[in-house]
Structures are given as C-alpha cells and as structure tokens.
C-alpha cells in the first residue's frame, strides 16, 4: 500500500498552522481554491526578489533570465499534461481559456447553424461563454443531459448529435458539484468519430489525477493554477497544435506580433500569438513550483489518499440522519456536496464556519444544476493533499452541532 504522510504534506502549508474564530482551521474548500505550500511561495519571492523583470523584451541578464524561468514553466506545464510547449498558452484562469476558444476557435471555425453541446453538470465557466458565442454568432447551444447518478446519459449524447451539425463538445473533466469524473477518453473518440472537436474543462480533474492529453486526444484543455496549490491569475489552455495555427488572436497588444504598421499587423505563431501584453510572469513561475510540487508527491499516492478520504466523508455524512449527499457516479472525486434537512445551506455554511470548518455554500457557479436538482443551493465540502480523516471527522460532528442549533 502507498503510504500516505499528511502531516508531513500539512507542514508544507504555512496557513493551515493558522487559527478561525480561535479553532484550528479546517479547511474544507480546496474545489474553490486550494491553499499554497511554502515551496511555491518560495518561488514566487525568490523570482521577485532576484530575478524580475519583464520578459520577451529586454536585451539584458534580469530579463533573459527571468524570460528563461517563464517558458521553463510553459516546459513544465506541457509536460505535465504530455504535450508540447508550443500548444501551452498562459492565460489567467480556465474562464478565461474557455472565453478564448469561444471567441477565437468559435468565431473562426464555427458558422451559423453549426452546434456546439454541453453537459447538464458545467460550471458556468463552460456555459456562459457558448451562450455569448450563440447570442453574437449564431451558432445553436445544446445541452446534454445527466443521468440520475450524475453521468452523462450517453442516449442523450446519441440523440443530441444525430442530425450531423455538432461541430464541438466542450464538458467538464470532473463535475465541481457532484464529483462526477466524465470518460473523456470516450468523449473524445464520440466526438471525433462524429466529426467534432472536444474541449474539456480540467479545473477541477487536474488537481486530482495525472492527466495524459496525448492519450485522451483532447483538441483543448483548460485549468486554473490556483485550484492546483500554485497562485491567482494563472492558467492554462491547451489546444492542438494545428487547432492553435489557424486560429485568429483573441486579445491584442504587444508580444503577440509578428509586424506592426498603423494600418495593420500580422501575428506572432502560438502559443505567443494568445498572450498578448505583459503576462503573469511571478505567477507562472509558482504554477511551475505547484505542478513539481505535486509530481513529487505523485499522483498515485495522491489519488489513492483522496479516493479513502472521499469513501470515508460519504460514509460519515450518510449516517447522519436528515442529511443528503449528492452526485453518485461510479468514477467521482473529493468533492461531496450535501443538504441539510431543514436546514439552509447558508445557515450551515456559517455554523461551520464558528467552529473553524471552511465549506462553500450556494450554487457553486453551477446554478442551473442546482435547479435541474430541484434544490436552490447545497453545502460543498472539497478535499486537497492536506486533507485528513479526523477533519472529515470534525465535519460530521460540526453538522450533529448544526442540528442540534436548529433543535434537529
Ligand atoms: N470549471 C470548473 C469545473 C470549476 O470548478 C471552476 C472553478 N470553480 C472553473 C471552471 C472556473 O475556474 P476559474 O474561476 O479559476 O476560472
């Protein structure tokens, strides 16, 4: 068996030493944003400290050497999803790659009458920007359904791409809501062999799984680097090559030129072409420490702690009474959202939150899967590496105070 050391991992996270409301922390929110080990703190002073300055630009030792520690992190990206660095485009968050394609892959190669399809179970990352694309460019928006376990009904999937006029699935890898892993590899192969592209919104699987790109076949791929342990206002899209070339620029501005006169400009090859102005560079270079991070804990052994952690919360959650959890699909990850009979989610959220334990409540971004569920909103505890038994533990026995509040 992997031998899992949490305490060790948990000495890693200089916040999880910290105090709320006078309790330890337990922190339970990781799906929103996970928390940063010191080596990717680290990182980020010591870029700014000793080697800052901004990159692609300058002829002198600060700025080659701070450019050389940019796309050394675009090399540890690509390699960490098994592609090549060319098809790594920096962008701020997921939202903002999936946005991209919709303006760029979307405006270029879908027309008018051409459908793009997405799941019952998307964030709104990967909703909203295909309604704009719809509203804008005519293109028609469907949506998938889910089963009652939180799968994709593959009978729906048939039906939504029997007339021949899908030109893209775009789904999530893993549901924020239900925990749901999707069959991406199978995704892919349904989607090309009915002659569409796939793009799949990782956010939340990349954090929890090793990610194989290559093997998966995906046309584009999108995550955040702060739901990975690394900082805000860095992510990732990822798209094939050939995909990338012939797609027009998304924003302009400096470095994603090849030549400029006042009347017009030609563009920069990808993945430059996407990266438009000066990026996150500090940023970046801690997305490069969060992914080395990681990988020296091994995804294996990460997995395996996450799936025990998961097994062990939906066991504890379901022994008590008046309590629901939701999502129930054979492959799901550490995300169990629940209701509380009687209770609002809010009213537990805050509860919760008395006693040190950090879990989100609302609609997690995903509000018309919420309705679809016949519920307005859901308590969501999310599980990282540092997350051990004994606080899924506190978890259950913060929900018994909760009913015991509302006199359950
Ligand atoms: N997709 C999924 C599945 C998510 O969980 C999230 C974050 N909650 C996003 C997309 C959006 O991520 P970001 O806000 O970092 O762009």
Redesign the pocket.
């Known amino acids: 068996p992997v031998v899992f050391d949490v305490e060790r991992i948990r000495s890693d996270f200089p916040i999880l030493s910290e105090l709320v409301h006078g309790k330890k922390l337990v922190f339970l929110d990781s799906?929103?944003s996970a928390q940063k080990p010191r080596a990717v703190i680290d990182a980020m002073v010591r870029t700014m400290e000793t080697r800052y300055a901004n990159v692609h630009r300058g002829l002198h030792w600060m700025s080659e050497r701070c450019s050389d520690d940019y796309e050394n992190a675009r090399d540890k990206v690509a390699a960490f999803l098994n592609v090549a660095r060319e098809e790594i485009v920096f962008v701020r968050?997921?939202?903002e790659g999936i946005n991209l394609v919709a303006q760029t892959f979307g405006r270029a190669s879908l027309k008018p009458g051409d459908a793009v399809v997405v799941s019952e179970m998307e964030?709104h990352?990967?909703l909203v920007p295909w309604q704009m694309l719809r509203d804008q460019h005519g293109v028609e928006l469907r949506i998938v359904k889910i089963t009652g376990a939180g799968e994709i009904d593959w009978d729906d999937l048939e039906r939504q791409f029997a007339d021949g006029r899908v030109r893209l699935l775009a789904v999530?890898h893993m549901?924020?809501v239900l925990g749901t892993y999707t069959p991406v590899e199978r995704l892919a192969k349904f989607a090309h062999d009915h002659g569409a592209r796939i793009l799949l919104?990782g956010?939340?699987a990349v954090v929890h799984r090793a990610v194989d790109l290559r093997a998966i076949d995906a046309d584009f791929y999108v995550f955040?680097g702060?739901?990975l342990y690394g900082p805000t206002g860095i992510?990732v899209l990822y798209g094939k090559r050939a995909l990338l070339d012939a797609m027009p620029p998304f924003l302009g501005g400096g470095d994603m030129i090849r030549s400029v006169t006042y009347e017009s400009s030609t563009w920069a090859e990808p993945p430059y072409r996407f990266e438009a102005g000066t990026p996150a560079i500090v940023e970046a270079v801690g997305l490069g420490a969060a992914i080395d991070y990681v990988q020296a804990i091994g995804f294996e052994s990460i997995a395996a702690h996450e799936r025990s952690l998961t097994d062990h919360a939906m066991a504890v959650l379901a022994a008590i009474e008046g309590v629901e959890t939701l999502g129930h699909a054979q492959d799901r990850g550490g995300v169990v959202a629940f209701t509380l009979d009687g209770v609002h989610a809010h009213d537990v959220a805050t509860l919760l939150d008395k006693q040190g334990i950090a879990v989100r409540a609302g609609h997690h971004?995903a509000e018309p899967l919420t309705h679809r569920l016949g519920l307005d909103s859901t308590a969501r505890a999310s599980f990282g590496i540092y997350t051990t038994h004994a606080e899924i533990d506190s978890l259950a026995a913060g929900l018994r105070r909760v009913q015991q509040v509302f006199g359950r």
């Open positions: 799906a929103a968050n997921a939202t964030h990352a990967n999530t549901s924020n919104d956010a939340q955040s702060h739901k992510g971004c």
